[in-house]
């Protein structure tokens, strides 16, 4: 697996920027603590999106005030071979549920 998706809160942040089209960077933020009910830091939100534009996973564009942040299509590949995966480990399970 790739290095990008170790983490957790990395792997959120794709899922919201695809699902979301280009939100901001604070929406995505919101969302993830939404899900988790719980609050992210931003010094380790921001890190997270840092390591995912280093990886050329994401990239950010101004957008006034805000940042908004997309997938790039390496992004989407490396999001949608994720999805596959657990498609692939998960199907057992769900038909057993």
């Known amino acids: ?17 695809a699902s979301e089209g280009d939100p901001t960077q604070q929406s995505v933020k919101r969302a993830i603590e ?8 931003p010094k380790r939100f921001n ?4 390591k995912l534009e ?4 994401i990239t950010r564009e101004p957008d006034g005030v805000h940042d908004r942040l997309l997938l790039t299509d390496a992004g989407e590949q490396r999001l949608r071979e994720h999805r596959e995966w657990e498609r692939e480990r ?3 399970w769900e038909d057993a549920v």
């Open 34 to 41: 939404r899900k988790n009910d719980d609050r992210i830091r």
């Open 90 to 92: 998960l199907s057992d």
């Open 47 to 50: 890190g997270a999106v840092r």
């Open 1 to 17: 697996m790739s290095k990008w998706l170790q983490s957790g809160l990395r792997r959120d942040v794709c899922v919201v920027v």
């Open 54 to 57: 280093n990886a050329n996973i």
